[in-house]
């Protein structure tokens, strides 16, 4: 397992979640890390990306305002922080790390590794 995501689960609307994603092997030379989710019926979505240098931090309009993307190198895991969840953020978030040197950021075709998913559920 190169990607491990965790931290999700049920919570009440206006809460906030700390996704964790940790790395080994390969993946923990990602140049982009990166947090996707995919609600139920839909297409799986670009939530935030950054690079590996810490800079760059790139996050969908729907997550500026509520959503984090973070890193920690020492622990070779990044972090996806969301305050005020709503019901509409139930899904499933999948954290995914890519190894080339030029993408971007929202396509999801560009990411080589990707963690299970950790299921988020707000209850309105």
């Known amino acids: 397992v190169q990607l491990q995501a965790s931290g999700g689960g049920l919570v009440q609307a206006g809460d906030s979640l700390r996704l964790s994603c940790a790395a080994s092997g390969r993946a923990t030379s990602a140049e982009y890390m990166g947090w996707f989710r995919q609600i139920a019926g839909k297409e799986r979505e670009f939530v935030a990306a950054l690079d590996r240098a810490g800079g760059g931090a790139a996050h969908a309009a729907f997550a500026k305002d509520r959503f984090l993307i973070s890193k920690d190198n020492a622990k070779n895991t990044w972090y996806l922080q969301i305050t005020n969840l709503k019901s509409e953020d139930t899904a499933v978030y999948y954290c995914?790390?890519?190894?080339?040197?030029?993408?971007?950021?929202?396509?999801?075709?560009?990411?080589?590794?990707w963690g299970q998913g950790t299921q988020v559920t707000v209850s309105s």
């Open positions: 995914a790390g890519s190894s080339h040197k030029w993408i971007e950021l929202s396509d999801v075709k560009a990411y080589d590794y």
